[in-house]
């Protein structure tokens, strides 16, 4: 039986919804899923617990940002740092982000993009993110980026050192790339590339900061930092941000 907080705030979801412009919703959202291992604390829990219930959140808030038509999404699971946690932690983490990036190809409601240095992955962790791409290439619905391995600093030389690379080929000489480089050329190396740009980037657990998340595409992004720990972020929580989002003036390059 429905509680009266469980009414009230399906009522209050319902108001908020109505009210977002259509034509100011974000294309593109990133979530920089943070306070796993916080939440399983508080709950007297283990870090294995944490992660599989944030994990567990991602297919219901995947569903949301269908109801509102975004059309990509870049969900960051695990960080550069990250891999140096402790192995026994760190391996647990990879099983559940192996069983999730599964789930989300099994739906095939998603074309599911591994974002990262897949170099730095396990063996086992690679090819699970290399076979959920190649299963969910055709899928109709939302792109959902799935950065794995991911830092900024990371993707940024990875780009300058595709460049570099690509322009050896051709027989491009250093001083000649240095007079037509700009960001363009960059752009294209990216992770990311051919996508949009993230309107609105959203981060759980109060810290506020992007630490390294899409350092390059967020320039121009707006910021949503919500007190909730992952596993606890509600679909009030997700509308509020986007509220957020539709009611701001933005200021490109401003």
């Known amino acids: ?14 108001r ?33 617990s944490g992660h599989t ?19 990509v999404v870049t969900l960051w699971l695990l960080s550069t740092d990250n891999l ?30 591994p974002v990262g240095a897949p170099d730095l992955l396990p063996d086992r962790t690679a090819a699970a993110l290399k076979a959920a791409a190649e299963r969910t290439e055709d899928a109709a619905g939302m792109t959902v980026n799935v950065a794995i391995g991911y830092g900024g600093r990371r993707e940024l030389a990875d780009a300058v050192r595709a460049l570099l690379h690509e322009h050896a080929s051709r027989g491009t000489t250093i001083e000649e790339l240095a007079e037509i480089l700009d960001v363009e050329h960059i752009a294209e190396h ?4 051919g996508q949009p740009d993230p309107d609105l980037v959203i981060r759980t657990s109060g810290e506020q900061r992007l630490s390294g ?38 200021r490109f390059g401003a």
């Open 1 to 14: 039986m429905r509680s009266m907080w469980d009414v009230a705030y399906e009522l209050y979801e319902r």
């Open 16 to 48: 908020v919804r109505r009210a977002l412009p259509p034509e100011r919703l974000p294309k593109h959202v990133g979530v920089i899923v943070d306070g796993n291992r916080r939440w399983a604390r508080a709950a007297g829990g283990t870090s294995e």
């Open 53 to 71: 219930a944030g994990a567990g959140k991602i297919v219901e808030f995947l569903g949301w940002c269908e109801e509102i038509d975004v059309e």
């Open 84 to 113: 140096a946690r402790p192995q026994r932690e760190l391996e647990s983490l990879l099983r559940i982000i192996e069983q999730l990036v599964e789930t989300l190809a099994d739906s095939s409601r998603w074309r599911v993009n």
């Open 190 to 193: 990216l992770y990311t590339k």
């Open 213 to 250: 998340f899409l350092l390059w595409q967020s320039a121009h992004s707006e910021f949503y930092f919500c007190e909730a720990m992952w596993p606890d972020f509600r679909r009030v929580d997700f509308l509020r941000a986007i509220r957020s989002y539709t009611a701001r003036q933005r």
